[in-house]
């Protein structure tokens, strides 16, 4: 009882507080406000771009063309040979026949060439549609099923889908550096910051002291303060998060550019951001308050 009761009483001193040196916890604000910012389109970014990453590896195909003197009970061998690969997620097989009808389907150019052509003659070759689950490892699963039996030619759109996937990773990286960076720039700032509020006050920890007070109970009202700025900082990065994104999703219809890239839904994603940002901004105010106290409770 006792605990809620000094907890109570902190909250309450930690609101005088922030209202009693507004300037300075302005500047607080203000500070963790354009981090924040920073940070949030940093978080954004890196999340659509792990999501671009994802639908790309999710079309990433392995075509496998047979030979086309292969039986009907070979092609069932390689079929439970492609199954049995570790990295394969799923797979069609599709007959000649089959190849033959869904591009006549496509196509009236393919229709009037193939309509020359009957199942013996065809130059089409029975096929495996192969998705792999790590796309990293799309190149050694591709020369597996190549040295199978029965195996003409696999295709998997090699050199470029290397690229793309060293990009894509190399980006991702990048984002996840800058986010990092980003919040131990926020934290030092906070700091720093809240370091000249609390310098402000000194007198009024080494009364403290002196009265007797312990280090829990000098600290907690500063760390509650400093989750309070941390709280008031999130709340204009959460405002451009969340009306922000939708904006520019809806600008570019969920697409960057082409179909190939598409935007993460804003719904629950700016949800999501604007959580991460408000811990982020309570997390970074409360240990900015912690580490500048720290110093004044010295022995």
Same mark, same amino acid.
């Given at each position: @009882?006792?605990? *809620?009761?000094? $907890?109570?009483?902190? $909250? ?6 922030? $209202? ?18 920073? /940070? ?13 990453? %994802? ?6 195909? $392995?075509? &496998? #063309? ?26 069609? +097989? ?6 033959? !009808? @869904?591009?006549?389907?496509?196509? !009236? ?10 199942? !013996? ?5 029975? %096929?495996?549609?192969?998705?792999? !689950?790590? &796309?990293? *490892? ?15 030619? &696999? ?5 470029? &889908? ?16 800058? /986010? ?41 009202? #500063? ?17 451009? %998060?969340? +009306? ?10 969920? +697409? ?36 500048? /106290?720290?110093? +004044?409770?010295?022995?």
């Amino acid at each position: @009882m006792k605990l *809620f009761r000094m $907890i109570g009483r902190s $909250i309450r001193d930690a609101f005088k507080s922030v $209202i009693r040196n507004f300037s300075l916890s302005l500047a607080s604000i203000s500070c963790i406000t354009i981090t924040l910012i920073i /940070v949030a389109i940093a978080i954004m970014a890196s999340l659509n771009v792990k999501n671009f990453t %994802t639908e790309i590896e999710k079309d990433m195909t $392995i075509v &496998v #063309f047979l030979d086309s003197s292969t039986t009907e009970e070979e092609a069932k061998e390689v079929e439970e040979k492609i199954k049995n690969l570790d990295n394969v997620s799923e797979y069609t +097989y599709q007959t000649k026949k089959e190849v033959k !009808e @869904m591009m006549q389907e496509e196509s !009236e150019v393919f229709k009037e060439v193939l309509d020359n052509f009957d199942d !013996e003659s065809s130059p089409l070759k029975d %096929t495996f549609q192969v998705k792999v !689950e790590e &796309v990293l *490892f799309i190149k050694s699963t591709a020369k597996q099923i190549e040295n199978m039996d029965h195996v003409s030619v &696999v295709r998997y759109g090699e050199g470029m &889908v290397d690229k793309m996937v060293s990009a894509f990773t190399s980006i991702e990286k990048v984002t996840y550096g800058v /986010v990092i960076a980003l919040v131990l720039v926020t934290l030092f700032l906070i700091i720093n910051t809240i370091k000249l509020t609390i310098s402000a006050r000194k007198k009024e920890i080494g009364i403290m002291r002196l009265v007797g007070a312990s280090n829990f109970t000098i600290k907690t009202p #500063f760390i509650i303060e400093g989750m309070i700025l941390g709280m008031f900082g999130s709340i204009i990065p959460i405002i451009i %998060t969340t +009306y922000g994104y939708m904006a520019f999703y809806n600008h570019f219809d969920g +697409y960057l550019y082409s179909e190939l890239i598409k935007l993460v839904s804003p719904e629950p994603f700016i949800y999501q951001v604007s959580l991460i940002v408000l811990g982020v901004g309570i997390l970074v105010g409360m240990i900015g308050s912690s580490g500048a /106290v720290r110093k +004044y409770l010295k022995v």
